[in-house]
């Protein structure tokens, strides 16, 4: 490109030296020059035979037969001297002859205009070679060489999978099917989550069905000039016909695939229509007997174009979610075969501590907990490990250098000790597993809770603990250190945010009744259900049914950490003191606050005493006398 900048410069350069060159050529090839008052000297003198006047400027030609050339400032008063002397007098107007004229206007643009023609010419045809090249060099072909994915690499998914063999099995054998008249689709279309692992299952794919696999991504389509994406796609289909049977993936369709309105972007929606016509027209242009299938991948089905869904196009969609507990501990297992597990680690107890975990993210857990591993030189990875990797990946990294006021660090204490005891209190609530005020990521203090089960439905009373153990931390603020901060502002954030949808999504509430009245959540799978209308009466009643939903939660928090006050003071002291700390620790503070209460109405006892020194904070336990 910038050769070709580079030869267009090099070639105006040069036009323009020429043109100045032939200028002053032509300004120079007059006769010699003449000052005014030599001229008139010879004038008098009688040497003067003959002038020339073009304009101011005079030739003359003296007696001897040489020619002259000087310029009149007043050509009026030099006639009439001429006229005296007879001299003959011969003249013109002063204008540039015709073709200079021409010339002047004419070549700067010339040497444009060719200068730009060759740099076009030059760039189409290597844009030409490129797209010719385009998308033969997307294709994927396996040789036995490079050891391909395979099904087995992917796991924690089998309904997905046992699709796609279908496929990839009509693929090897067509006449097994196309025997009774079956058609297999035309079109795939994987849906979910990112991470999930669509496109690792594309890839297995490839590697599995022994055919030519062109390999897109949806953004190769999408380019700064209109038509290219979509003769792209039209190459990508002539070359693919060339090769049947064969399979053709576009992951990220939503790319070209969004519809029309979906992303409010001015430029770029002309070139993005076009090629998303150009995909309907080839999909609808090759037969089901090509055996060519086109299989795409997108973590945004709700933005797709529907044209893309009609039958005869991606009629066949796979929805991929974030795996089970069992699929979680099949893709853990799949990834520990790379790396080296202590046999202590029992990897079923992390798939069940990994809830909503992704394949991408149990991926990451995996290397993440080798990577911490490793730096300690350990011979096969811990379950330490892993839970460290596991917090890492949640909460971000720990922030060693951070520095805390002591302020905070009381504040944060006393936070995640009330969110603590509030969940030990609520006996539906799932158990602690952790507390800490190690500060990691954005997250400042964190209270973990263990998730036993992965619920797909959740009761009304889950939700309202749900709640009140959100508010515990500032309850505890408050009850503690008298104060309210801005710590608590995700709890209120999260706590609102259930609260709405108990009341207006899932009809948890008796003064609202059962009925929804927003749309679900944008995003994944989001339908683009319509806001319901309500009216202003049913709007006032929404605000006061949540508000009070969130405030009877903060009572009953609040109600639950004064009671055990003592409790509260205990914990949050021994967290600024060990940091962290995990349920069985959290017991044995709350058995050591019970003595250190019933101590209070009598003299403790050099047994409670005792007890209390086997409280994790040993002597330093704020509480010993
Ligand atoms: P997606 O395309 O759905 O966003 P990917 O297929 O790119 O996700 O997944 C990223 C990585 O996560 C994969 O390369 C793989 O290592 C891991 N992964 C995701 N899902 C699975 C799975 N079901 N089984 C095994 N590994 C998985
Ligand atoms: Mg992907
Ligand atoms: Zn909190």
């Not at 010419?121 to 396996?142: G, H, L, M, P, S």
């Amino acid at each position: 490109m910038t050769r070709l900048f580079y030869t267009f410069f090099l070639i105006a350069v040069l036009g323009v030296i020429g043109f100045a060159t032939a200028l002053f050529w032509r300004m120079e090839n007059t006769s010699p020059p003449l000052k005014y008052d030599e001229f008139l000297t010879s004038l008098e003198n009688n040497e003067v035979a003959e002038v020339h006047l073009k304009g101011g400027n005079i030739s003359l030609t003296d007696i001897y037969g040489r020619e002259f050339s000087t310029f009149s400032p007043d050509v009026g008063e030099l006639m009439g001297k001429l006229s005296k002397k007879k001299i003959a007098i011969t003249a013109e107007e002063n204008h540039p002859s015709p073709f200079w004229t021409l010339l002047t206007v004419t070549l700067p643009i010339a040497i444009i205009l060719i200068g730009g023609l060759v740099l076009m010419q030059t760039q189409r045809r290597r844009e030409a070679e490129e797209e010719q090249k385009f998308a033969k060099n997307k294709v994927i072909r396996f040789d036995g060489n490079n050891k391909p994915i395979t099904f087995d690499d992917v796991a924690g998914i089998p309904e997905a999978k046992e699709e796609l063999k279908e496929i990839v099995n009509f693929l090897k054998e067509p006449k097994k099917f196309s025997r009774l008249g079956a058609s297999l689709p035309k079109g795939v279309l994987l849906q979910g989550p990112p991470g999930t692992g669509k496109t690792l299952l594309a890839k297995a794919i490839a590697g599995e069905a022994g055919v030519p696999f062109y390999s897109f991504s949806g953004s190769d389509f999408v380019e700064m000039f209109v038509g290219v994406g979509a003769s792209r796609v039209r190459d990508l289909f002539r070359e693919a016909k060339k090769n049947t049977p064969c399979i053709v993936f576009i992951d990220e369709i939503d790319a070209v695939g969004a519809h029309r309105n979906a992303t409010g972007s001015v430029g770029g929606q002309d070139e993005r229509g076009q090629t998303l016509n150009a995909l309907l027209v080839e999909m609808d242009g090759f037969s089901r007997d090509d055996t060519i299938i086109v299989l795409a991948a997108t973590n945004r089905p709700d933005i797709l174009d529907p044209a893309l869904r009609r039958p005869g196009r991606f009629d066949r969609q796979i929805t991929i979610l974030p795996p089970d507990v069992k699929g979680r501990l099949n893709i853990i297992q799949v990834h520990s075969k790379r790396v080296t597990i202590s046999e202590r680690v029992d990897l079923a107890e992390i798939a069940k501590n990994t809830p909503g975990f992704t394949g991408a993210e149990l991926a990451n857990l995996v290397n993440e907990a080798a990577l911490i591993a490793a730096r300690e030189n350990k011979e096969a990875i811990e379950a330490k490990d892993f839970n460290e990797a596991k917090d890492r990946i949640l909460i971000g990294i720990e922030r060693k250098g951070f520095v805390i006021s002591k302020d905070d660090r009381r504040t944060m204490a006393y936070h995640e000790a009330g969110h603590a005891i509030v969940t030990r209190h609520l006996p539906g609530a799932d158990p602690i597993q952790k507390i800490t005020i190690i500060p990691r990521g954005r997250a400042m203090g964190h209270t973990l809770q263990q998730t036993l089960v992965d619920r797909q439905a959740y009761t009304k009373e889950y939700l309202q603990d749900r709640i009140t153990i959100l508010m515990g931390g500032r309850a505890a603020e408050k009850i503690g250190l008298n104060q309210q901060t801005t710590g608590a502002e995700d709890d209120l954030l999260r706590a609102t945010q259930i609260a709405t949808k108990m009341v207006c999504q899932w009809g948890m509430n008796e003064i609202i009744g059962p009925l929804a009245y927003a749309k679900s959540d944008e995003g994944f799978l989001g339908d683009q259900a319509n806001q319901l209308i309500y009216s202003e009466t049913t709007a006032r009643h929404i605000d006061m049914e949540v508000r009070k939903l969130v405030e009877d939660c903060y009572q009953r928090a609040y109600a639950i950490l004064q009671q055990e006050k003592a409790f509260l003071t205990h914990l949050a002291e021994t967290l600024l003191q060990t940091e962290t700390l995990d349920r069985e620790e959290m017991e044995i503070i709350f058995e050591c606050s019970q003595k250190k209460q019933a101590a209070e109405a009598t003299e403790p006892s050099e047994e409670d005493i005792h007890q209390c020194m086997a409280c994790p904070t040993g002597n330093q336990c704020p509480h010993l006398p």
